[in-house]
């Protein structure tokens, strides 16, 4: 059996919502080639550090690589996948040049195609993401080895909203919490997020796609085997109350479910929002405050930014 490359030439901070377009067209998975990841490695301060140099990665930009088998028809959906990708610059998204191309792999190279794109991410001191593929072990007993098949969906912790997000949660969370992950994507906050000590996670995604490969992932790693993962719009029809509500989306999406962030959220409750791009920072705190909460902490790593954000109070 053969399968079709798409290649969509793009900007790092699109790399998450392209992700998501391809899957949703069909592709079995996907692969990010950002020449942010070398930033990443080169300045984190944490275990193993690649040296650039003899690294083979993109130069300038990103590449989200897409594998369609050959029963899919690209010349059918290939004019939806660039009006989507266009689209996303309604959202605030800068992803020119958003230039499409397409190749044949075969069967035999498909299978490790993508995989020489990733490697382990030291997110911070205590947290490490690892392609379920590869041996990796650990620095210190401190430190939570988080499993994961970054080929099946989106948030593979290389973005920087994926790794403002998770250090977020490291400040957050101390034990026994109850944790609402909104968006879940790959599932990885809510990985971490047992990780850290909560207690009950619920992981929600409007996408099956990525419900289906946020549970996979969730196998992969024994300490998260009970997070409860499920379809869902945002928080819409959501009851239960919880202690964290964490979200790393696009910031139009947050400003829609802020209202029912405020209304899942126990009083002494913390909000931990991300994917939102610098130039539409002042849209998130007008509804942010408008809604009764206001901010903590910020975080910010190039243009993107996340926050910690708590009720106010009422005095």
């Not at 798409?6 to 900007?11: C, D, G, K, N, R």
Request: one cysteine or more.
């Amino acid at each position: 059996m053969k399968w079709n490359q798409v290649s969509v030439l793009t900007t790092s901070e699109a790399v998450e919502a392209v992700s998501n377009i391809l899957m949703e067209a069909g592709a079995n998975g996907v692969a990010i080639e950002d020449s942010m990841d070398a930033l990443n490695f080169e300045s984190d301060a944490f275990g193993e550090i690649l040296d650039i140099e003899t690294f083979d990665h993109i130069k300038e930009g990103a590449q989200v690589i897409a594998y369609f088998p050959e029963t899919i028809f690209l010349p059918e959906i290939l004019p939806t996948i660039e009006l989507r990708v266009t689209q996303l610059e309604e959202f605030g998204l800068e992803v020119a040049p958003k230039r499409i191309e397409t190749s044949e792999v075969v069967e035999s190279d498909w299978a490790t195609a993508w995989k020489k794109y990733y490697h382990p991410v030291n997110i911070s001191r205590y947290l490490t993401i690892v392609p379920e593929w590869q041996d990796y072990t650990p620095h210190s007993k401190d430190e939570h080895v988080m499993r994961l098949d970054p080929g099946m969906a989106f948030g593979t912790g290389t973005h920087p909203t994926t790794r403002l997000t998770l250090q977020a949660l490291e400040v957050v969370l101390r034990s026994g919490e109850t944790v609402i992950d909104v968006g879940t994507g790959s599932g990885i906050l809510s990985i971490a997020s047992k990780c850290l000590g909560a207690k009950e996670v619920y992981a929600y995604d409007l996408d099956d796609v990525a419900v289906a490969a946020a549970k996979e992932n969730m196998n992969l790693n024994p300490v998260a085997h009970d997070v409860i993962v499920a379809p869902n719009n945002l928080l819409v029809g959501i009851d239960k109350k919880a202690d964290v509500i964490v979200a790393n989306i696009l910031a139009d999406i947050i400003i829609e479910l802020i209202p029912d962030a405020y209304r899942c959220l126990t009083d002494e409750g913390t909000f931990i929002i991300s994917g939102i791009i610098e130039e539409k920072e002042g849209s998130v705190l007008t509804v942010l405050e408008a809604n009764g909460f206001v901010v903590d902490q910020r975080f910010q790593q190039k243009d993107w930014l996340a926050m910690i954000v708590k009720k106010a109070s009422e005095e």
